[in-house]
C-alpha cells in the first residue's frame, strides 16, 4: 500500500455529479478530503429513454471537471460510477464511450443491487455487530433497500422510484395536487409490496441516506429557510421522525417553486423533487412499520471508496 494514496469516486447519478476524494490511512481507513456536487439532471429518468447529444455532452463536461478536480488533489486513482440514470439509458453506450475519449476513465454502470450494496458498505461500516438494520437509499431515479446483521446484508432491495422520476411521472415539478399525491403515495406503495421490501419485524433500527434524507434532516434542525450551504456533517446521526417528513411535505407541497425556493432556501435542482423525495421516504417509514430514522450522509461514493481501499491492502 503506498502510503498517503489518494483515491477518488465519481457519482454520475440521476440529477447530479458528485465527486469525493480521500487519503489511504496507514491502517486501511479513508478520510475525505473533497466533496463536491454538479447538478447534471438527465432529460428523462424512465427506462429505455434517449440521453441525446446534447445531454451526453453536459454529463461528459461535469465528469470531465470532476475528473480534473480529483486529479488536481493529487488522486492516484479515479473511478466513475454509473447509476439508475445511466443503466436505464437506451444510449447508455454512447455516454460510456463518450467519457472514456474525453475524460481517460471509464464508466463503470451497476444494477440496483450492486448500487445497494455500495450504500450498505459505507453505511454498515459505523453499526453494531449483531445489529439488525434496514438502511434506506432514497436516490433520484431510485431507492434502494437493505436488510442486514451486522455488518452482513441479509437482503438487498432496489426498486424503479426516484426523487426525479416521480417528479417527472406525475409532474410535480411545480405544486402538487392532493390527487397526485395520494396516486404517487399508492404507486409507491405497490413498488414495495411487488419489491417484498423489508419490515421492522425484528429490526432494531432504520437508517436513511441520500440527498433527500439529508434535506429533510436539514429542514428539521434549521427550520426555512435553511442556511447558505449547510454542512451535511450537520445532521450526521441525526433522528428523522416521520412525523417531521410528513410536516414538511405539508408546508411546502402546494407552493410554487419561486415560492418554495424563496421559503425553504434550497436550490432549483433540489426544490422541484423535494416532496416526491419526501413521500418516497414517508411512504417507505410506513411500510417498514418506523416512526424515525437515523439520519447517514454517507453513500455511493463513500463506499466505492472503501472498496476501492480494499484492492490496494
Do not use: Y
Amino acid at each position: 500500500m503506498m502510503k498517503g494514496m489518494r483515491l477518488a469516486a465519481i457519482d454520475v447519478g440521476t440529477q447530479s455529479v458528485k465527486l469525493s476524494v480521500a487519503t489511504l490511512m496507514p491502517d486501511g481507513s479513508i478520510r475525505i478530503v473533497e466533496r463536491r456536487r454538479v447538478p447534471s439532471q438527465f432529460p428523462s429518468s424512465e427506462g429505455g429513454a434517449v440521453l441525446g447529444a446534447t445531454a451526453i455532452a453536459h454529463v461528459v463536461e461535469c465528469v470531465a471537471e470532476a475528473c480534473a478536480s480529483a486529479r488536481s488533489l493529487g488522486a492516484d486513482r479515479v473511478r466513475a460510477i454509473g447509476t439508475s440514470g445511466v443503466r436505464e439509458a437506451a444510449d447508455a453506450s454512447a455516454l460510456q464511450t463518450a467519457i472514456s475519449e474525453a475524460c481517460g476513465v471509464e464508466l463503470q454502470v451497476v444494477t440496483g443491487e450492486e448500487e445497494a450494496l455500495l450504500v450498505w458498505d459505507a453505511v454498515a461500516a459505523g453499526l453494531t455487530d449483531g445489529e439488525c438494520s434496514v438502511m434506506v437509499d432514497v436516490g433520484g431515479g431510485s431507492t434502494e433497500m437493505v436488510l442486514g446483521q451486522g455488518r452482513c446484508a441479509k437482503r438487498v432491495v432496489s426498486m424503479p422510484m426516484g426523487a426525479v422520476r416521480c417528479a417527472d411521472r406525475f409532474s410535480m415539478r411545480g405544486g402538487m395536487t392532493l390527487r397526485a399525491r395520494l396516486e404517487l403515495e399508492d404507486w409507491v406503495d405497490g413498488h414495495l409490496r411487488e419489491a417484498g421490501a423489508p419490515t421492522l419485524e425484528g429490526v432494531g433500527s432504520v437508517i436513511a441516506t441520500g440527498g433527500t434524507v439529508t434535506v429533510l434532516a436539514m429542514l428539521a434542525h434549521f427550520g426555512m429557510p435553511l442556511p447558505h450551504n449547510p454542512p451535511a456533517e450537520a445532521v450526521r446521526g441525526a433522528t428523522l421522525s416521520a412525523a417531521s417528513v410528513r410536516r414538511s411535505i405539508d408546508a411546502i407541497v402546494s407552493m410554487n417553486p419561486d415560492r418554495r425556493m424563496a421559503e425553504t432556501g434550497l436550490s432549483t435542482s433540489r426544490s422541484d423533487v423535494i416532496v416526491p423525495g419526501a413521500v418516497i421516504l414517508l411512504q417507505t417509514l410506513r411500510w417498514i412499520g418506523a416512526e424515525t430514522c437515523s439520519v447517514s450522509e454517507v453513500g455511493l461514493r463513500d463506499g466505492v471508496l472503501r472498496r476501492m481501499a480494499a484492492e490496494v491492502l
